[in-house]
């Protein structure tokens, strides 16, 4: 540093103006990018923000209805995509506009308790049961759920468990319950993380998991895992669709929101719902009009 | 893994000029550029001064940021998510969910790292030139401003260091930011969500990519550094 060492006071404050004009610089373009902030939030007001599962978000079903309902209504949907339980305390803590999860007990105590307003049925798919080739329980064709979860608890086979409160979490320990089992022992592995990282960990244990078949079909690293049961009805996967209740929380957008439910459940709506395929295959089926009745 | 896949994937979305991926790529950079601005902004006054004065508790506070540089990244989002969520304190501002709340997130998480490196660099400079600082009449707050340019090249490391945290950080912009397409999905979110869709070749070609961005920006650094080095000798 022989800078210093031929210092002289003039040079010191020559020194002292050049670092005030870069930061007078830096602290401009602060500003500016903050106002540019600022206006970007303002201008988009026309929005609503929807706290869902990875199922919805992960399978691009939302990547296909949104842009028709956006395209109709001009009304902008956000998706934050979470397990079903965190989505609902999103919810609860009035961060989203509307809910739309899949675990129907749950829901109805999120409404019960005040936080939404009313729940509407919008579609299902299933679970199912995936596992490795080899199939060391056993399980492959069959086509109850509980007795599988019971042949894998015996057989000590791996399992990997979503552990976090989602949807299907909820209802794989519906199903343990019904077995009358509680899984524990170092064959049940507490993921706890969304639908992909659990499979993702499951195809390289390998084990069984409980997956939503639309996050099945859309998932990409199979490797060796194949569908061991299904068409359980035990499986049935209903989604609902839930108007976070403006009297808890001033700012919810009632009205756009009230829309997207609208449009969710009209004959539009669900069209675009079952118009979805991915790999030839339908992911959900829309059932509002039978679940209503 | 199918590397090649990955590289003709990063490739492929580079050339083909993407729209979404450069929409990403412009707010990963908005995100954490102006987040390092916020940082240094902070960060480098406040080194400087913490390398120079002397107080009581002096010692505590180094202990306190340097620990601060290894702040949980998740943890940071949790907090800033807790502050910003509409049940917090600041829920009014209705931030929550937007990309302020994840530059306000990066902020808190390389600010530590801005300023306990800048004290470690300017300590060094201060024991070295204190005497011929103050015989020059300066005052220790009014050293400042010189320490900080005599060892701005030194300290350009600092902010690559701040840079490189914020680029790579995935946990707190997640929590905060929400991932939502077309508005608060960042390269590192991204990468995330493509890992859990199980597309690996594309999470990783998205991987590519940021590193080149990082090692470009790192170069544009070093570059200039040297630059101004030359000039300067």
Known sequence: ?293 | MDGDGAFSTAFQLIVSGDPTLMQIVSLSLRVTLTALIIACLIGLPLGAALAMARFPGRGAAVVLFNALMGLPPVVAGLVVYLMLSRAGPLGFLALLFTPTAMIIAQSVLITPIIVSLTRSVIEDLWAEYEDQLRSLGSSAMRAIPTLLWDGRFSLVTVILAGLGRAMAEVGAVLIVGGNIAGHTRTMTTAIALETARGDLALALGLGIILLTLTLILNAGAFVSGRVAQQQAA
């Open chain 1, 1 to 293: 540093m022989n800078l210093i060492k031929t210092s002289t006071h003039r040079q010191m404050s020559m020194r002292l103006i050049k670092n005030a004009i870069s930061a007078t610089a830096a602290l401009a373009i602060a500003a500016s990018l903050a106002a540019q902030l600022a206006v970007s939030a303002g201008a988009q007001d026309d929005y609503i923000t929807v706290a869902s599962t990875t199922s919805t978000e992960q399978s691009g079903l939302f990547g296909h209805i949104l842009p028709i309902f956006e395209e109709a209504t001009g009304i902008e949907v956000r998706v934050i995509a979470q397990g079903t339980g965190q989505a609902l305390e999103t919810g609860r803590r009035g961060d989203a506009d509307v809910v739309f999860v899949h675990a129907e007990p749950a829901e109805i105590q999120f409404v019960e308790e005040g936080y939404g307003v009313e729940r509407f049925p919008v579609m299902y798919n299933d679970f199912i049961i995936v596992g490795p080739a080899d199939d060391p329980a056993g399980l492959s064709g069959g086509r109850n759920a509980v007795a599988a979860f019971s042949a894998i608890a015996e057989s000590e086979a791996a399992f990997a468990s979503r552990g976090d409160d989602s949807g299907t979490h909820q209802a794989e320990q519906a199903i343990w319950a019904e077995a009358g089992i509680e899984p524990e022992g170092a064959w049940y592995r507490e993921v706890g993380s969304g639908m992909g990282p659990t499979l993702n960990t499951a195809a390289e244990m390998p084990a069984y998991t409980l997956a939503d078949r639309g996050t099945w079909i859309s998932f990409e690293n199979r490797r060796d895992l194949e569908i061991v049961v299904e068409g359980d009805d035990r499986l049935f996967n209903q989604y609902g669709v839930i108007l976070v209740n403006p009297e808890r929380h001033d700012h919810v957008k009632a009205e756009a929101g009230q829309a997207f439910i609208d449009w969710l459940i009209s004959a539009e709506g669900q069209q675009a719902i079952g118009s979805y395929e991915l790999r030839g295959e339908q992911l959900f089926f829309p059932n509002a009009a039978e679940q209503r009745s």
